[in-house]
């Protein structure tokens, strides 16, 4: 079946340092989303990437998404505290409807 | 404009027993999705709702059931409880633009404790 990883897991950094989290498939996408899911909360859409090699930016944070359409990263300059929570790429399989699967989320804690 | 609400919000149930949660969608969305999410883990897509029929099932046994009634909003049925279905239960309501792009908006979750 479809396969998402993503990594790292988990990643402690200090208030002002760069975070980064990488999503890979196995397979080709049609797009894939990101998600930002605080502690006792529920998902939240960021952003959907649709275009090979896109980049899209929201204020402090870069979404890319590969070339060949099989990974994506989630860079954040200059973390906050108000960054804390779990990243999660969720992507489209190309069926005849839509079903969104979710990668295991990368957790991020901010040390202020 | 109210999003997607889902009600109850916590849930204590028995093994064996049968549960029944609901999710109204955000306003002018027409596709109802659940999702159930363990703790620790990504939300694991169960099935999806458009036009009060199932179009995309994920992989959950038949023992979760759901229904989408004509005014978009949806329950999802469990029988049966295990208790390794405890967990966060999410509804996520969307609407297919023009270009294809589809937003998913969720709701703040039912937490399900199955004793």
């Known amino acids: 079946g479809q396969q998402v990883m993503q990594i790292p897991q988990y990643q402690h950094v200090q208030e002002g340092e760069d975070f980064t989290t990488y999503c890979n498939s196995s397979t080709t996408l049609s797009n894939i989303q990101w998600y930002k899911q605080r502690p006792g909360g529920h998902p939240v859409f960021l952003i959907q990437l649709v275009k090979s090699g896109e980049v899209k930016k929201q204020k402090r944070l870069t979404f890319q998404f590969g070339e060949a359409k099989k990974n994506s990263s989630l860079h954040i300059t200059a973390t906050q505290t108000t960054d804390v929570g779990t990243y999660f790429c969720a992507l489209t399989l190309k069926t005849s409807y839509d079903k969104v699967i979710f990668g295991p989320g990368t957790s991020l804690s901010v040390i202020p | 404009d109210a999003g997607v609400t889902q009600s109850p919000t916590h849930l204590i149930k028995t093994r064996g027993q049968q549960v029944t949660l609901r999710c109204s969608p955000k306003s002018g969305h027409d596709t109802v999705s659940w999702y159930q999410q363990a703790l620790g883990q990504g939300p694991q897509f169960i099935f999806q709702y458009y036009e009060e029929e199932e179009r995309q099932r994920g992989n959950f046994p038949d023992r979760f059931s759901g229904h989408q009634f004509p005014n978009y909003s949806s329950e999802l049925n469990v029988n049966a409880l295990l208790l390794g279905d405890s967990a966060l239960y999410l509804c996520?309501?969307?609407?297919?633009?023009?270009?294809?792009?589809?937003?998913?908006?969720f709701g703040p979750g039912t937490r399900l404790l199955v004793l």
């Open positions: 996520a309501s969307s609407e297919r633009l023009a270009g294809g792009e589809e937003t998913q908006y």
